[in-house]
């Protein structure tokens, strides 16, 4: 017979008509909640807003199952959860902010795509904007960091310099890095740079 007990909170199992059935979420309790949020933070790192976010929705389970719980009592324990992980250096909205831009840059993101994506994680916008420039700056980059983001999405994507074939349409690769948030001028020139050009400015920054 399994053992309930060893088995994750959520996770399917089958019961003995057959059926699947979830486990009850376990009890919040100021163990459990740190240990879920070391898990969690091991697999994904993240801002402080969607760290909550995950963290909150696993109180609200929990409270919506143990009836005697007080999600007051929870936000509590969470609101000190935070505090503690942030004097940790577990939750690092700086640090995290900077790895991401980096991380979406090599990508071939744009600076608006950059931006409506973190903001969405809780950032804010200006300091967005910040570490993007500083970004560029540890480039010395500053005025071609779009460019070359643009040029690393078209290699990523095998779009102009780098087609492997010439498109039937190439309004689509114009379509392509619009949807980037690439402006058409952007676009353009990034679409119409030879191969040489395009590869020197990819290795020259990395």
């Not at 324990?77 to 840059?105: C, E, H």
């Not at 970004?135 to 643009?150: G, K, P």
């Not at 948030?181 to 290795?203: C, N, P, Q, T, W």
Request: aromatic share 6%.
């Amino acid at each position: 017979m399994i053992d309930t007990q060893d088995i994750p909170a959520g996770t399917k199992i089958k019961s003995r008509n057959g059926q699947k059935e979830r486990r009850p979420p376990k009890k919040i309790t100021e163990t459990y909640l740190y240990n879920s949020a070391l898990v969690y933070l091991q697999r994904f790192p993240a801002s402080t807003h969607r760290f909550r976010q995950v963290m909150n929705r696993k109180i609200d389970r929990s409270c919506r199952h143990h009836t005697d719980l007080s999600r007051e009592a929870c936000r509590d324990m969470l609101d000190a959860l935070v505090q503690k992980l942030t004097q940790m250096g577990l939750l690092n909205d700086p640090g995290y902010l900077k790895g991401m831009v980096s991380s979406l840059r090599r990508r071939g993101l744009s600076s608006s795509l950059i931006t409506l994506r973190l903001s969405a994680q809780g950032l804010v916008p200006d300091d967005i904007k910040t570490a993007l420039s500083d970004h560029a700056q540890s480039l010395d980059d500053t005025i071609n960091a779009e460019l070359r983001a643009a040029i690393r999405y078209c290699a990523r994507k095998r779009l102009g310099a780098f087609r492997t074939r010439e498109p039937k349409n190439p309004d689509k690769e114009l379509a392509s890095l619009a949807r980037q948030g690439y402006g058409f001028d952007m676009a353009r020139v990034a679409l119409d740079m030879d191969l040489d050009e395009a590869e020197s400015i990819l290795k020259e920054f990395g």
